[in-house]
């Protein structure tokens, strides 16, 4: 089956959320495509969230080491119960595909995934995983429906 | 000065839609009854003859519009061909209105053929309504002939 794909954003802003390794919310908020979230911290690590003009989701933090463990989670505003959604990367890990596994880019290792198929407009599907590395080099392939 | 975000991770996000079902075939237009039985309440043996020179192709109808009441549909349809070189079907589906049924009808070759339709209405009943599918035409203008065609459609 073709599915074409486009940008979460390109219907609209999105619900954003930003977790700690203990899954302490950090910050949540709306934001659509060329928008940057307020500052947050974790302890002294200090956070934001940046959405480019092409709907890349970065997770952006100030410490020069890897900080895995955290989460971003992007959620829909629009309704979404008869589609289908997906992360895929930019990274030059390799060309996004469903396959449901996240990868670090340096050391192929895995990272934690978790796709909510939503249960209707109220909450529609999202998806959440924690990033491993640094460097903005992971790679993402997941996908899932809803029907 | 301010402190640099220098980690990043960055993912995209996507909704995907698969492309939409292609549309129903329109239903069958033809004028005149050469191919269309209208099915009777009152007389349920009747055989439709239908007569057709060889590479014609065309739709076959079976409207029982005027054999069932006004608050029976039809939920799906089998079409049976006894000999699949003369009369080739394909195709097979239920018409808009839920109270006719159609199939893509190809005048193969020369000879007769019985073309049997059975239609299951919402409640259950089945109407039966065969065809006498009769071919002629001269083989010195035999048109490009394919091979048997199916003995048994279905619809949905």
């Known amino acids: 089956m073709n599915i074409s794909w486009s940008s979460m954003f390109a219907n609209g802003a999105c619900t954003v959320a930003a977790y700690n390794p203990s899954g302490t919310l950090l ?5 659509g495509v060329s928008a940057t979230s307020p500052s947050f911290t974790d302890g002294t690590l200090h956070c934001q969230i940046v959405v480019d003009a092409n709907g890349v989701v970065s997770f952006q933090t100030q410490n020069p080491s890897p900080v895995p463990g955290y989460s971003v ?13 997906q992360a895929a990367a930019i990274s030059g890990w390799g060309s996004p595909s ?17 796709f909510d198929a ?5 909450t529609p599907n999202s998806v959440q995983f924690s990033p491993h590395g640094a460097s903005g080099s992971v790679y993402v392939g997941v996908s899932s429906s809803q029907t | ?18 492309p939409p079902p292609p549309p ?10 050469a191919t269309r039985a209208n099915a009777s309440a009152h007389y349920r043996t ?9 590479g014609e192709r065309r739709c076959l109808v079976a409207n029982f519009g005027g054999a069932i009441s006004a608050a029976r549909t039809i939920t799906s349809v089998t079409w049976r061909c006894d000999f699949g070189y003369i009369a080739q079907m394909a195709n097979a589906r239920i018409q808009s209105d839920k109270r006719s049924v159609a199939v893509d009808l190809l005048a193969n070759w020369i000879g007769d053929s019985i073309i049997r339709c059975e239609a299951t209405m919402d409640n259950g009943e089945v109407y039966i309504q065969p065809f ?25």
């Open chain 1, 27 to 31: 910050w949540t908020g709306t934001l």
């Open chain 1, 73 to 85: 989670r992007v959620t829909p505003q629009y309704d979404v119960s008869a589609k289908y959604t």
């Open chain 1, 98 to 114: 469903n396959t449901g596994a996240a990868f670090d880019d340096a050391s192929g290792s895995s990272v934690a995934l978790a």
């Open chain 1, 118 to 122: 939503g249960t209707g407009a109220a």
């Open chain 2, 1 to 18: 000065m301010a402190v640099p975000y220098v980690n990043a991770l960055q993912f995209t996000p996507q909704v995907g839609m698969s």
């Open chain 2, 24 to 33: 129903p075939p329109p239903d069958c237009a033809e004028i005149g009854n």
């Open chain 2, 46 to 54: 009747r055989i439709e003859a239908v007569r057709l020179m060889m």
């Open chain 2, 132 to 156: 006498h599918v009769s071919v002629s035409g001269d083989p010195i203008f035999m048109p490009a002939v394919s091979g048997n065609g199916p003995t048994v459609l279905t619809a949905p």
